[in-house]
């Protein structure tokens, strides 16, 4: 698999349900990002997680990540509507780094 | 709250003409990138900028595009002599801390 691959590529979901996007990624990082696209707009930072931290949260996200398993997944409670976009996930592996984004998973929150 | 901004938001241009893409990153932040997705596909990393040189580039960062922070605001990516496979939305971000970095709306470049 290639660098920062997510997991679904694509999810539909009713308001009100969590959803669940993982990501995997080969190489060391020294950080994992998590970004939304609205549809042909620009990349939006959702949170920031450092290659030492388990867990983070941000109002309804959650991010864990397993370095162990080279894998992060990003979790949002409550969807809305408005959270219907394009997720990706992002790896830096050092100091002023390029990121090296996954393929995306699209979410779709129904009313 | 700060933003980056990118001009122009949609340029049109023909196969083998140059085009200059401009960005305004966040005042404060020391580190700038390029990066573009090709409709449909991933975001890819093109260049990175620090202290007036690049610090890094990709394959695909050949000898047609080239970077410039000409003043204290702007960042501008050219690209020399554009082909069809140049399509593509590009997209601007800077840092300060060089982890966490900020995009601009991007700029999406037609070539005809």
């Known amino acids: 698999s290639q660098q920062g691959e997510e997991d679904p590529q694509a999810l539909s979901i009713q308001e009100g349900e969590n959803a669940t996007m993982n990501c995997s990624y080969k190489?060391?990082?020294?950080?994992l990002q998590w970004y939304r696209q609205n549809s042909g707009r620009g990349l939006v930072h959702l949170i920031l997680i450092r290659s030492n931290e388990r867990e983070k949260h941000s109002g309804r996200l959650r991010v864990t990540l397993d370095t162990s398993k080279k894998s992060s997944s990003l979790l949002i409670t409550a969807s809305r509507a408005a959270d219907t976009a394009s997720y990706f996930c992002?790896?830096?592996?050092?100091?002023?780094?390029?990121?090296?984004f996954g393929t995306g998973t699209r979410l779709q929150v129904t009313l | 709250e700060p933003e980056v901004t990118q001009t122009p938001s949609h340029q049109v241009t023909q196969m083998g003409q140059e085009v200059i893409l401009r960005c305004v990153p966040i005042?404060?932040?020391?580190?700038f990138y390029w990066y573009r997705q090709i409709l449909g596909q991933k975001v890819e990393f093109l260049v990175s900028f620090y202290n007036n040189e690049i610090s890094e580039k990709s394959e695909i960062f050949d000898d047609q595009f080239s970077v410039e922070r000409p003043d204290g605001s702007n960042f501008t990516l050219k690209i020399r002599s554009t082909k069809l496979e140049d399509s593509a939305m590009y997209f601007c971000?800077?840092?300060?801390?060089?982890?966490?970095?900020?995009f601009g709306p991007g700029t999406r470049l037609t070539v005809t």
């Open positions: 971000a800077s840092t300060s801390d060089r982890y966490e970095q900020y």
């Open positions: 005042s404060n932040h020391l580190y």
């Open positions: 190489t060391s990082i020294n950080n």
């Open positions: 992002a790896t830096g592996a050092g100091t002023a780094s390029k990121l090296t």
